[in-house]
């Protein structure tokens, strides 16, 4: 192995921090959609939306949101940690009104239904806040 200089290496560092770097992957390929000033987090949710704006629009729904922020369980330390635990928090994709109901809709696919993480956050909006998850 050769020897570089300083200089060399600094240069060498410059150049690879030049280079492009890949886009990070979305584990289930879903691609990022910006609409309307929101990002949606796949086709499918973008879909999705357009289809709940016209609904809204032809009065069916009203105030129609997007990723509505619930708090399922507090931020709290544990006995023997140097850290406070985050909040555990659910982002539902949707949330309307139907005739007086209030309804919560997640985008899901099939592989993303069965993630234990997305199953233990569904059971805690039930027993927290009482609210059933619409999966679409």
Avoid: C, W
């Amino acid at each position: 192995m050769t020897s570089m200089s300083i200089d060399q290496y600094r240069r060498e560092i410059l150049k690879q921090n030049d280079r492009p770097k890949a886009a990070k992957r979305n584990k289930f390929n879903a691609q990022k959609v910006e609409f309307d000033g929101m990002t949606f987090d796949s086709k499918k949710e973008y879909k999705r939306y357009i289809e709940l704006k016209a609904i809204q629009q032809r009065g069916e729904i009203t105030r129609l949101e997007h990723h509505t922020k619930f708090e399922l369980a507090p931020k709290t330390k544990l006995e023997g940690e140097k850290r406070a635990k985050p909040a555990v928090r659910y982002f539902a994709d949707f949330t309307y009104y139907l005739a007086h109901k209030y309804m919560v809709e997640d985008v899901k696919s099939a592989a993303t239904r069965k993630l234990a993480s997305y199953r233990t956050k569904k059971h805690l909006m039930k027993t927290v806040h009482g609210i059933d998850i619409t999966e679409v």
